[in-house]
């Protein structure tokens, strides 16, 4: 049980477009979702916390005009990198935690690879 | 905010020799620490947690202990096997999940 999908697994596009990430909890409700970004060689960094149906609370220095966060659900929630450029490049990592369970765990997905050129 | 410290950043180790991370915290509200051991280009995967009533957990070859008032908390591996080579990253949790900087171990055969 607890698993979190996301989608896609890695994306390569050009510089000034738009991508959507998708992050799925498949057999639990997510009441709060996580994203967030590793760079090469380096931690996770938090960028913003979504609870469902609310507006996600970004971290300081995270653009949110930049990086569109919707948790529309209970199971599903989109990261979109608007405009992005070379510098955004990196892995994005989305989790989520069990809404129903006594747990502090975040359960997370298995990334995605966004590359821009 | 939360800062979280981890050393070493490197670690090697014979096979079957023990290995132990260490982390330092700041908030003394944090009340959640778990470790994660990451393989290249993967999730993050929990191997163990800690909560703040407990000092000290174990699961088999990996074990935790969580020292509050001096507010470090620490990783410890035994009998390591190559299998177990990867980065590991320790995290404090307050208000937010805030992550270490990062160990990379290699079990050398």
């Known amino acids: 049980g607890a698993v979190v999908s996301q989608h896609p697994s890695w994306v390569i596009c050009k510089s000034g477009t738009s991508v959507k990430i998708e992050c799925r909890s498949l057999?639990?409700?997510?009441?709060?979702m996580f994203w967030y970004r590793q760079f090469p060689k380096q931690s996770l960094m938090l960028m913003a916390t979504?609870?469902?149906?609310?507006?996600?609370?970004?971290e300081q220095g995270v653009e949110k005009d930049k990086f569109l966060i919707n948790h529309a659900s209970l199971t599903l929630s989109t990261l979109t990198v608007t405009s992005a450029h070379p510098e955004d490049s990196s892995f994005y990592i989305c989790?989520?935690?069990?809404?129903?369970?006594?747990?502090?765990?975040?359960?997370f997905g298995p990334g995605t690879r966004l590359t821009v050129t | 905010g939360e800062n979280v410290e981890q050393h070493p950043s490197t670690l090697s180790v014979q096979e079957g020799d023990s290995a132990v991370i260490k982390c330092t915290y700041s908030d003394s509200a944090s009340n959640y620490f778990p470790w994660y051991k990451q393989e290249l280009g993967k999730r993050p995967q929990l191997i163990i947690d800690?909560?703040?009533?407990?000092g000290e957990k174990k699961d088999q070859r990996i074990a935790v202990t969580l020292n509050k008032t001096a507010k470090h908390f620490s990783l410890h591996i035994t009998e390591t096997q190559p299998e177990d080579s990867a980065v590991y990253f320790c995290a404090a949790e307050g208000n937010k999940l805030t992550f270490g900087t990062g160990t990379q171990l290699k079990v050398e055969l």
């Open positions: 057999d639990f409700q997510a009441t709060t």
């Open positions: 800690i909560r703040s009533n407990v």
């Open positions: 989790s989520a935690r069990d809404g129903s369970a006594n747990s502090y765990e975040q359960y």
């Open positions: 979504s609870n469902e149906g609310s507006k996600a609370t970004y």
